[in-house]
């Protein structure tokens, strides 16, 4: 058991420290002046946000981007709530127009988000249509950050870092927020020596061209976890797919409301993964038998077990420091601990979970 860990996880620890320097060494697109920006369309789908895209849209009007290159566009996808009355106060005043678009209502098997991009893709005519979410706040340099990416023609799709920003008094917040950028440090790792794995679908720029290159979202497999599906096909198509981690181009996420929120977020995600590539299923299968021989290691012989939990979770500090350092802050030692709990537990419990529960509901939806 001893030699078992010693192997497994002193093998994870190289791995970290492999992903660390990819992270600290990729490169950032130089900034573009204005008159090379690309023109852009920031797209938001939203679904009863009325709460949330106020927010959204301040940090989108206060982008550093000329206002005559850059159009902001809500596909609003069947809200029942004041979704279009916010953007409609946000219409108006200085900064980059917005658009208010309704999704119209299903005509096959696509549907949710998808379709709400889609819709949104046909509507406008930039070279570049970057996407994020209604719960975000980007950072004011996003869009210039992420459409310098653009000036290599072979870039198809450029990811920026999205980070959880933690609440007064909710000390999972933190967790969630490690476990977040442990998970994209790894990604933007992958993605940076030319094996992309996903994207951000609150954080990516598509190139008009790559995006009409795989046929858009009516192409592709029904998913949920849209941005996995359309990375994948456009990295198969022969574009680059880029994820440096830099402070320009962040933005700001609201964490889930708590373990059984963000579990279930996870859940989805898991879900959406398993109809992507096969090394996908086999990657499952590794992280739950690694996670698994940590739990079994824990009960069977408690010492060799705790060592092997700290080795991992000092592995995943040197990751995490290397993401920090790139976008600002530093790791706090009881929310990696923390995150180190969690993530043992939902991965050795998700396999459970999919098959009993296999359905996913998100959005008022089943999936």
């Known amino acids: 058991m001893t030699l078992a860990l010693a192997l497994v996880f002193g093998g994870y620890a190289v791995l970290a420290c492999l992903v660390a320097g990819r992270i ?37 009007r206060a982008q550093d981007y000329p206002a005559d290159r850059l159009t902001v566009v809500v596909a609003d996808d069947h809200s029942t709530d004041g979704t279009a009355a916010v953007v409609r106060e946000h219409a108006a005043g200085d900064g980059p127009p917005v658009r208010y678009l309704r999704v119209p209502d299903p005509d096959g098997p696509l549907r949710g988000k998808a379709q709400a991009l889609h819709t949104a893709f046909e509507a406008v005519d930039a070279e570049v249509v970057v996407i994020t979410d209604a719960d975000c706040a980007p950072v004011p340099t996003w869009a210039r950050t992420l459409a310098a990416a653009f000036a290599d023609e072979t870039v198809g799709i450029a990811c920026g870092l999205a980070r959880l920003a933690p609440r007064p008094g909710r000390p999972f917040d933190r967790v969630q927020a490690l476990d977040w950028e442990l998970l994209l440090g790894y990604v933007s790792a ?15 720029g ?21 941005d996995f599906i359309l990375v994948q096909a456009v990295a198969e198509a022969g574009w680059r797919v880029r994820f440096p981690l830099a402070a320009g181009s962040v933005v700001w996420s609201l964490p889930a409301d708590g373990v059984a929120a963000t579990y279930g977020q996870r859940r989805r995600w898991a879900r959406g993964g398993l109809s992507g590539d096969r090394w996908v299923l086999p990657l499952y299968a590794v992280l739950f038998a690694v996670h698994a021989l940590l739990v079994a290691a824990v009960v069977v012989a408690p010492l060799a077990g705790l060592a092997a939990f700290g080795a991992k979770a000092a592995a995943d500090g040197i990751a995490l420091a290397a993401v920090r350092r790139r976008a600002g802050g530093r790791v706090r030692p009881g929310a990696l601990l923390g995150m180190a709990v969690f993530v043992t537990v939902y991965l050795v419990t998700l396999p459970v979970a999919l098959v009993l529960r296999p359905q996913i509901g998100w959005k008022g939806r089943s999936h």
């Open 206 to 226: 598509v190139r008009r061209a790559a995006y009409e290159g795989v046929g858009g979202y009516p192409a592709l497999p029904v998913s949920v976890t849209e």
């Open 190 to 204: 992958a993605a940076e020596a030319g094996a992309p794995a996903t994207g951000m679908g609150n954080n990516m």
């Open 24 to 60: 600290l060494t990729a490169p950032v697109p130089p900034p573009l002046a204005d008159a090379d920006l690309p023109t852009v369309a920031v797209v938001v789908a939203a679904r009863d946000e009325e709460d949330c895209l106020g927010r959204c849209l301040d940090a989108l």
